[in-house]
Nanobody, 121 residues
Framework: QVHLVESGGGLVQAGGSLRLSCVAS????????MGWIRQAPGKEREFVAA???????YYADSVKGRFTISRDNAKNTVYLQMNSLKPEDTAVYYC???????????????WGQGTQVTVSS
C-alpha cells in the first residue's frame, strides 16, 4: 500500500503557472511509477502525466509542451509543473501510484485525495 498526499492547487489566471506536489509514504517510492489524473465537473477522468521509477515520462497530448512531471526519490515526492494554463485545465488533480505507467493510464493505481486547480479566463 501507498499513501499519497497532494498539495499546490489553487486559483490562477489563464496563462499562469502552478506546481503540484505529491508526497508518498508506505510502499517504497522509488519502486514504481507515479503520475497524475484529473477530473473536471461533469467530465470523465483523464490521464495527465506519469513518470517511471527510472525517470521516463509520458504525457497526454492535451498537456504536452505545457506540463512537466518530475520526481525526487530522496524526498518521496512527485511534482507536476503546469505552465501556460488554460481554463480547460480546471479540474481536481489526483496523484496516482502503480508499478507501471500503463497501469496509471488505465486508472488502476492507488489514488491520493486530490487537489483543486481552477484556471480563470
Amino acid at each position: 500500500q501507498v499513501h499519497l498526499v497532494e498539495s499546490g492547487g489553487g486559483l490562477v489566471q489563464a496563462g499562469g503557472s502552478l506546481r503540484l506536489s505529491c508526497v508518498a509514504s508506505g510502499r517504497t517510492f522509488s519502486s514504481g511509477a507515479m503520475g497524475w489524473i484529473r477530473q473536471a465537473p461533469g467530465k470523465e477522468r483523464e490521464f495527465v502525466a506519469a513518470v517511471s521509477s527510472g525517470g521516463r515520462t509520458y504525457y497526454a497530448d492535451s498537456v504536452k509542451g505545457r506540463f512537466t512531471i518530475s520526481r525526487d526519490n530522496a524526498k518521496n515526492t512527485v511534482y507536476l509543473q503546469m505552465n501556460s494554463l488554460k481554463p480547460e485545465d480546471t479540474a481536481v488533480y489526483y496523484c496516482n501510484a502503480a508499478l507501471t505507467i500503463a497501469t496509471i493510464q488505465a486508472f488502476g493505481g492507488s489514488w491520493g485525495q486530490g487537489t483543486q486547480v481552477t484556471v480563470s479566463s
